[in-house]
């Protein structure tokens, strides 16, 4: 296998136009000694790329490549790399490209709460160079954010693993889900899918909320065995009062959440986790008092760790996230953005065919 010296992708080149991305070339960073690089053969399309590509985090740079649900082959790797990783090996890189891994927290496997973090896409290493991601032709970045990918997983299954997969496994798995618990997920869309899948998966009883009854079949399908429309349902709050073990919050906007219900069907001393990550001039807001016993926290992605538990405990339980694909290209980016931004898909995407536009 060989690359170009030069990378190509799908890039915002006009703020004012970001759903009609372009075919861009960039400059891959510098290759050092515990990099790899890797041929991209699929990537998932993530509800962050569509908040980067808008500028809703901050104005988006020119030509920026986004995507952070990448599944590839490794062409090339540095001297000093340890985690076994070869030449052909198939990998997965999610939102993080890079950390420090010498602070207590990558040492106590929290590297995605490193404060060095540098993330797959749109942020700058130490010497400038801004992150690009998935949409495109290669990647390179540390060897410890290249994961392998059991061979039972297809690639299209694979990818929103990385990211959503794991931003909603991670508060699922640090916060007990699991036999004998109660486990609410908030938001049955692309996150919140695969919540009631995983949750389903780890042996918990499994609470969908959604504002509307329009879902409840695709709940259920998916694993659920309560349904509760916040907007129809009268008395929810009553019905349900002291039930939940545990509530994941789903939702790509925290703006129609109301706290003050939601901690009323916690049980004392339990967790409502956020992992919503929604524009930047959102802010939270809830009753002091409703706090009592109860605890609201959020949580950031996951660990190599964490990420790779994930992969093998959907392999094992052939758990098939609801995917759907489109060719990667100006043309199926474009159709991904308009339809991610309208909310019309059930519920994922995977970009394809990379080989077709990128002639890898």
């Known amino acids: 296998m060989s690359y170009p010296e030069k990378f190509q992708g799908i890039g915002i080149t006009n703020r004012e136009d970001w759903k009609h991305p372009k075919k861009v070339t960039f400059e891959p960073k510098q290759f050092n000694d515990k990099d790899v690089d ?13 908040h980067c590509a808008a500028s809703h985090w901050g104005p988006v740079a020119e030509k920026q490549v986004v995507g952070h649900e990448i599944i590839g082959r490794v062409l090339k790797v540095g001297p000093k790399c340890t985690t076994g990783i070869k030449v052909g090996d198939r990998v997965g890189v999610g939102a993080q490209a890079w950390s420090c891994l010498e ?104 609470y969908a909320f959604s504002r509307t009854h329009s879902k409840e079949a695709d709940a259920k399908k998916l694993g659920a065995d309560h349904f509760i429309a916040t907007l129809e349902d009268k008395d929810w709050t009553t019905k349900y009062f002291d039930t939940l073990d545990l509530l994941v919050i789903c939702a790509s906007s925290l703006t129609d959440i109301n706290f003050d219900e939601l901690t009323k069907i916690m049980k004392v001393n339990t967790k409502i986790i956020s992992i919503s990550a929604p524009a930047a001039d959102e802010v ?19 660990s190599r760790r964490e990420i790779e538990h994930l992969l093998n405990f959907v392999a ?45």
């Open 38 to 50: 890797i041929k991209i053969e699929a990537c998932g399309v993530c509800g962050s790329d569509v």
């Open 103 to 206: 602070c207590s927290r990558c040492k106590s496997d929290n590297e995605s709460y490193c404060p060095k973090s540098v993330w797959t896409y749109s942020i700058p290493y130490i010497d400038g160079y801004v992150s690009q991601g998935g949409y495109a032709s290669h990647i390179r970045l540390h060897e410890h954010f290249a994961i392998p990918i059991p061979d039972k997983l297809s690639n299209e299954l694979a990818a929103p693993l990385l990211c959503g997969g794991i931003t909603v496994y991670s508060p699922l798995l640090r916060n007990g889900c699991g036999p004998g618990k109660k486990v609410g997920i908030v938001g049955i869309g692309g996150i919140g899918h695969m919540g009631l899948l995983f949750a389903k998966g780890m042996g918990a009883e499994v």
């Open 284 to 302: 939270l807001t809830l009753k002091p008092f409703g706090l009592i016993g109860v605890t609201i926290g959020n949580s950031a992605i996951g």
């Open 316 to 360: 094992e339980k052939d758990i098939k996230p609801w995917v759907e694909t489109l060719p990667v290209g100006e043309a199926g980016v474009n159709e991904a953005f308009e339809r991610m931004d309208k909310g019309d898909v059930k519920y994922r995407f995977t970009l394809v065919d990379f080989d077709k536009e990128f002639g890898n």
